[in-house]
């Protein structure tokens, strides 16, 4: 006794899909709440913590005032430091120093 066989193509795995849609999603929301439950409480605590202070002061020389008055700028420096701080340049160089 042969048995028959089917060929299965894309439109047969597509309506099975749809029929068992409850089912299929149900799945992966359980997956992805067991996966992030999962990783949240199995992380590892952190070894090390840092903290970072940088201190900015305008320039009191008479070299810098003179620098200044020459060149005309319409911001603001310590604005302009804050900004290049938080460059994705300055973070580029910072991860690459862990790496």
């Known amino acids: 006794m042969a048995l028959a066989q089917y060929d299965i193509n894309l439109r047969e795995y597509w309506r099975i899909l749809k029929k068992r849609k409850f089912i299929v999603l149900f799945v992966g929301i359980v997956l992805g709440v067991f996966s992030t439950a999962f990783a949240v409480f199995k992380a590892p605590t952190p070894i090390y913590t840092s903290v970072c202070s940088i201190k ?11 620098a200044k008055t020459i060149t005309w700028s319409g911001g603001d420096d310590i604005e302009t430091q804050i900004s ?16």
């Open 84 to 99: 290049v701080i938080k460059s994705f340049t300055i973070f580029e160089k910072w991860l690459s120093g862990w790496v």
């Open 56 to 66: 900015f002061e305008k320039e009191t020389t008479v070299e810098g005032l003179y």
